[in-house]
């Protein structure tokens, strides 16, 4: 396969003034008709026209009216080149595709009988031959028509311009999108869907129609989807001063998708699982996720869609953007400082949890990396969640007046324009008069920085000197790297807990100051403190770094029981619990007797039993570091003592813990409706925490408590907390629980992908089970969340099983990403990753993962997604 590389980049040799397309849909071959107005782009050498297509069948071809013959173009893999084409030219074109074979779901596909598109990043030319590249962007016309009575609703971007009847039972709808868009924004939807609508008043005055769409049996589901767009769209006016620029904006929500969902201009198109939500099918989580996403699709409008990427290595321009932009948004939504702490928590936790790995393995790459093989296995956690850290960069650099000013200028150079990393970067620094040359490594070095923190107090002096250095390991094709511009905040803690004062050259910095480190080492001078103080280092998580500091105990404890940071308070006790869980991995590795000593439980007791702190941060705060997070942590993984120590610690903390934790249990009780709201939500999380923590130890009660919980819950969170809590006690009650489950919910598929989910990271569920889990009849390998809940849980989140000392689990992952690979190499690709860090495992792992991997890669027909992924393993 052939690798693209950003350095190449030229610009495209023909613009596209219009695009009118017109569609006859048929599930079995759709005729599609487009005809583009196109004029020679002059920043180009280059001279003939060149079209994208892939699985398309040509129909005709015209040029400015003139049929053209074989002679007159020439098709080289998915490129359609015409040369000799005049300064301004109509083509005509037109086509047949497939809807109902498309399994990879890009393009023009059929999801449970309805029609939907997928365009980003090159689906489009899935759909007819285009320039299909975000650099050209055009005004669209779209033509529907379809059979009324399977396909009542026809849908595309912008404005129903008119509709009506054809005869022969078809009818059909014509929409106009008054922006010029790159055709990735593309989307049509002909299906059979009911809409929850409302009017909606927006800061001019303007009235805007807003709609969910879903199937009908849905609409029961649609009003917190519809209440975060509303909330989305205020946010935006208030926050940026960017309001929603058309009259209409629709969501449609479909079961078989890739991702998340799609910011298609004015009709946005959503997986079921970021939509749909009462209380008696989703957990808080996922209302907080439809939040999330609802407002990510809708803030792209501005951050992607009005100001779009230049190219595909810019993806991070939008998408980094877009993340920190929801980010603030869900923040904002809390409203308190613990809640927002608490949702800036969860967002550093997703960081180390995958993205540090990311950039420490085989697939590592820079927020705008420099080449890739296929750009869908670029939508990843580096480009999103450290693209969305850099962004964050700019504004505790900045400040939010600042970072302001930088949005405001970056709308106004480049409004209706597809752009690079490099102009956001600009605008900020021209906004605010700064340098920001340097901040530009943040984009260009793969790999995840470590900064070194040494403090020395001078009695005598009063001064405390902070010495910090920076490194950045080795990455794939990038052994050195230059030293970042990385915003260090920090806070001194005092004896007694409290902040002081901090001043450097006399300057007066309040009780944070943002460091700014840019050389490999720097010493930063306090004056005027007067005590040795214990340092709160990178205050709310400042930059996407690893932080060394050599904490004693005591002074993680201090920091545990008093920093003004929550981020940092809930990092001493995450700090205090790893180097606990390390040891204890150790130990039962050798087959040793495993202990926790009083003060850490103390410790946990005392944040337990606090009720002056929010009952979000308490559970955050109690949560122990995941397996995989302390697997990242040794220099061989072995899965099976790390489980070991955790679950341990887990009953060690149940059981000395047991009145507090039962106590806990009974008084965050949110008894009358459910409500999404966060407080409740926290006490949930707290109260389901304890019950977890009881059913880690032996005691019949918890069990009891939990079996209770799962008969009378009223909403999904107590009830999967109960189940949870049931299948990993291996209660004997679990598999009646399951099957109730099962029972009760057997029609609303993704409630059924928990269930599959629960069962497939249950330490209990080996190979064999997922096997037979995979011939349940609700089990389908083309749905993108059904293979997810199952296959992908089971080897992303089952390490104890998946790396099973026979290699099972390996075997099992090849044989299943290369049946994928058939159906949809997108998913199949996903899948793939779960081996990404196979080198780290003991020997005897590594030889049965070497096979697995060898065994994918030896394969003739495989994806260039699967074949980039297993070759930058291997290599
Ligand atoms: N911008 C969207 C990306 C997306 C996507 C990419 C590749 C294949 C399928 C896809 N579906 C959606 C999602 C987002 O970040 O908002
Ligand atoms: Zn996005």
Redesign the pocket.
Known sequence: PQTIYRKDYTPPSYLVDTVELGFDLDPARTIVANRLTMRRNPASAQREIELYGEELELVALRLNGKTLGKRDYRIEGNLLRIAHAPEEVTLEIETLCAPEKNTAL?GLYVSNGNFIT?C??EGFRRITYFPDRPDVMARYTVMLRADKERFPVLLSNGNLVEEGELGDGRHYAKWEDPFPKPSYLFALVAAKLVCQEEKFQLADGREALLQVWVEEGNLDKTDHAMQSLKRSIRWDEERYGLELDLDRFMIVATGD???????NKGLNIFNTKYVLANPRVATDVDFQGIEAVVG??YF?NWT?NRVTCRDWFQLSLK?GL?VFRDQEFSGDMIGTSSGRAVNRIDQVRTLRQVQFPEDAGPMAHPVRPDSFVEI?NF?TVTV?EKGAEVVRMYQTLLGREGFRKGMDLYFERHDGQAVECDDFRSAMADANGRNLDQFERWYSQSGTPVVQAEGRYDESARTYTLKLSQSCPPTPGQPDKLPFHIPVAVGLLGASGRDLPLTIDGKELGTTAVLELTESEQNFVFSGVAESPTPSLLRDFSAPVVLKYGYSDAELLHLFSHDSDPVNRWEAGQRLSMERLLKLTEVAAAGGELSLDDTFVEAMRKILTDDTLDPAFREQALLLPSESMIADQMDVVQPLPIHTARQFMRAEIGARLHNELLATYRSQQTPGEYSADAESIGRRALKNLALAYLGATPAEQALALAQEQFSNATNMTDRVAALGALIHANAPAAPDALNRFYDEFEDEALVIDKWFAMQATAATTDVAKVRKLMKHPAFNMRNPNRVRSLISSFCAANPVQFHAADGSGYAFWAEQVIALDALNP?IASRLSRAMDRWRRYTPELQAYMKQALEKVAGQTKLSNDVREVVSKALS
């Open positions: 890009s997928q980003e990043a998708f890739n991702m998340g969902a799609m910011e990510h699709e792209h992607g998408e877009t869908n939508y999103y997108q």
